[in-house]
């Protein structure tokens, strides 16, 4: 059973950092996994999709990085602003080809 | 596109009364998913249906839950009798084909407070 860990859990920081949020699986037969943003109240936005066969993605001020073999992803996020605080999820797709695993999540704010 | 449609937003019953949750995927998906979002349990994977039939109900927790998907744009999850500990939020999301490159798309999600 795929089980999905984010660390940390909460991260607080000032407008303007670089930061790096984590997320590793147990099990690496995946066929992608997604990145996802959830504001309070709202549902999930997909950020990122990386393929297996891919190790990064990137769009705008995000970087999604996986290393499958060893169950690792990161979403770098450069030059933070208040408007990315919200929950970032991650969340790969197992061999079923449709179940995603999601991990808790690490609630990002970042202070103006 | 107005995205996935969910409806209500909120709901408040009280124990033993039935609950009915609508979804509207996006026009054209041919996957659709019903997730329950929990603080202890964080999301997890109730339903999955493919070109309107059920492939995956493993993760229904209970007879109580039923899900049907009479057509392509249609879909609702149902509790009968609904429990206090029912209450979470739920979310339909969908995708356009079953491809494994894909994005799943969420609705806003209904929140179901049982008291």
């Known amino acids: 059973k795929q089980e999905v860990t984010q660390i940390p859990a909460a991260l607080s920081v000032p407008e303007g950092e670089n930061l790096v949020l984590n997320c590793s699986f147990t099990?690496?037969?995946?066929?992608?996994l997604q990145w996802f943003r959830q504001d309070p109240g709202k549902g999930l936005t997909s950020l990122l999709l990386i393929q297996s066969s891919q190790r990064e993605q990137t769009s705008g001020r995000l970087n999604a990085s996986l290393d499958k073999s060893s169950g690792r992803s990161t979403l770098y996020i450069a030059a933070s602003q208040p408007g990315d605080s919200a929950t970032y999820l991650c969340?790969?797709?197992?061999?079923?080809?449709?179940?995603?695993?999601f991990g808790k999540g690490t609630l990002l704010t970042v202070n103006p | 596109d107005a995205g996935v449609i969910q409806s209500p937003r909120h709901e408040v019953t009280e124990m033993g009364q039935e609950v009915t949750l609508r979804c509207k995927p996006i026009s054209g998906h041919n996957s659709l998913f019903w997730y329950r979002q929990t603080m202890m349990r964080g999301l997890e994977l109730l339903i999955y249906?493919?070109?309107?039939?059920?492939?995956?109900d493993s993760g229904m927790p209970e007879d109580r839950f039923s899900a049907k998907m009479p057509n392509a744009s249609f879909s609702t999850l149902k509790i009968q009798p609904s429990e206090p500990r029912d209450s979470a939020v739920y979310f339909c999301a969908s995708r356009e084909t079953d491809a494994t490159n894909e994005k799943l798309f969420f609705g806003s999600g209904t929140q179901l407070s049982v008291l």
């Open positions: 099990d690496s037969a995946i066929y992608n």
């Open positions: 969340a790969p797709l197992g061999s079923s080809n449709y179940k995603l695993t």
């Open positions: 249906f493919n070109n309107n039939v059920p492939i995956d």
